[in-house]
């Protein structure tokens, strides 16, 4: 793309790097905090991103496993249900074979 507008690629990548370098310079110059203070910033940022995570990852779970046992019980549930209405069909065509055979 840049070779269609006439820059060189070396050209481009050049001003790239010689604005990264710019900007880093500059960051460090103007930055609030020393080394030390940044580093241990990014080491509590970090301790307290996992401890969420950890805990966003134990309310997944509890969440997952409440879910599975209120499946469990509708099934079972469900179940029950599906059961007392084979058993009263069954009931209902037994009575009526009983009264087909009278007939």
Same mark, same amino acid.
């Given at each position: 793309? =840049?070779? *269609? #507008?006439?820059?060189?690629?070396? %050209?481009?990548?050049? =001003?790239?790097?010689?604005?990264?370098? $710019?900007?880093?310079?500059?960051?460090?110059?103007?930055?609030?905090?020393?080394?030390? *203070?940044?580093?241990?910033?990014?080491? *509590?940022? %970090?301790?307290?991103? $996992?401890?969420?995570?950890?805990?966003? %990852?134990?309310?997944? #779970?509890?969440? $997952?496993?409440? %879910?599975?046992?209120?499946?469990?019980?509708?099934?079972?549930?469900?179940?029950?249900?599906?059961? =007392?209405?084979?058993?009263?069909?069954? *009931?209902?065509? #037994?009575?009526?074979?009983?009264?087909?055979?009278?007939?």
């Amino acid at each position: 793309m =840049s070779e *269609e #507008q006439g820059i060189p690629v070396g %050209t481009v990548v050049v =001003s790239f790097m010689a604005g990264a370098a $710019i900007g880093t310079g500059l960051a460090l110059l103007f930055a609030p905090k020393r080394g030390c *203070e940044v580093r241990e910033s990014i080491a *509590e940022y %970090t301790e307290n991103t $996992i401890d969420k995570i950890k805990e966003y %990852t134990r309310e997944a #779970q509890e969440k $997952i496993k409440t %879910t599975i046992n209120d499946g469990k019980e509708i099934i079972s549930e469900k179940k029950a249900i599906l059961t =007392s209405a084979i058993e009263a069909g069954r *009931e209902a065509i #037994q009575k009526e074979k009983e009264l087909l055979t009278k007939l």
